[in-house]
């Protein structure tokens, strides 16, 4: 019995013991890098959709090209498509919430507060920077498209949202059916391809050898963008005396119909609201 119970001691012994490991906790993510998460899903949906165009199509993703006209002396294009009938030049953007705009406006606002430039005068600029690397001959085909993500609502020029316009916002879900729905009113129009297989390479060769693929010039625009970004968020003036006023105090004028879209210091605030 002794020797019975010496053994089961033993036993017990050598037995390991377990042990539990305590992970530490996920750290808690910031909203830039939220924000850049999600600007990732919305490109990736894209990439989809683009990846299922006819092979006889070409798009390209991510550039960098020279454009002296702009602040950083670069435009970075999102996404372009080449078909037999248009160039598409895709302006994505992340935005949250009610989108307000017009034709008319350089500047639209997200939520009736926050300003934003008009993303259609914003690909403009890359459109006319893309002609200087093609023939003159291309230059009538650009088509201008502002995507958004289903998390924000349009309440801009209805003309936007029509077919036969050459400037087209649409939600990233639906980017392929307008790219398909604009052709389809091309070929109507035109009983020819407008481009050939050899000027569709052409274009895209060309756009290729433009795009600046050296990561220590994509890292000095976006510093050169975000530059010019906090310089203009921290600039507000008051529109009657012309003094410094804060992001808050612009942000509730901005959202605050008495102001027409103006920026007024505490004082001013009052004697216009009287």
Not at 1 to 23: C, D, G, I, R
Request: aromatic content about 8%; hydrophobic content about 30%; some cysteine.
């Amino acid at each position: 019995m002794l020797l019975f119970l010496n053994f089961l001691k033993k036993k017990s012994e050598s037995k390991p013991k377990q042990v539990t490991s305590s992970s530490p906790p996920t750290p808690k993510r910031t909203s830039e890098q939220i924000a850049t998460r999600k600007g990732e899903l919305g490109e990736y949906k894209i990439d989809i959709q683009l990846d299922q165009l006819p092979r006889t199509y070409r798009h390209l993703s991510d550039l960098l090209i020279p454009n002296p006209k702009a602040k950083s002396g670069y435009s970075q294009i999102d996404h372009v498509v080449i078909t037999p009938y248009a160039i598409f030049v895709i302006e994505t953007k992340n935005y949250q919430g009610t989108i307000y705009g017009g034709k008319d406006r350089n500047t639209w606002l997200v939520n009736g507060k926050f300003k934003m430039m008009n993303p259609f005068v914003q690909n403009y600029g890359h459109m006319k920077a893309l002609s200087s690397l093609i023939d003159e001959k291309y230059h009538n085909l650009f088509v201008s498209m502002v995507s958004f993500t289903k998390r924000s609502t349009f309440k801009v020029d209805p003309d936007y949202r029509k077919i036969a316009s050459n400037e087209l916002i649409v939600y990233d879900i639906e980017l392929s059916e307008f790219i398909h729905r604009k052709e389809s009113v091309l070929k109507i129009q035109h009983k020819e391809p407008l481009l050939n297989e050899s000027d569709i390479l052409t274009i895209n060769q060309a756009i290729v050898n433009a795009n600046i693929l050296d990561q220590t010039v994509r890292e000095e625009h976006k510093r050169a963008l975000n530059k010019s970004v906090k310089k203009t968020s921290s600039s507000s003036t008051c529109e009657v005396c012309n003094k410094s006023v804060s992001n808050k105090v612009r942000a509730y004028c901005l959202s605050n119909p008495t102001f027409k879209g103006k920026v007024y210091c505490y004082e001013h605030q009052r004697s216009i609201g009287k």
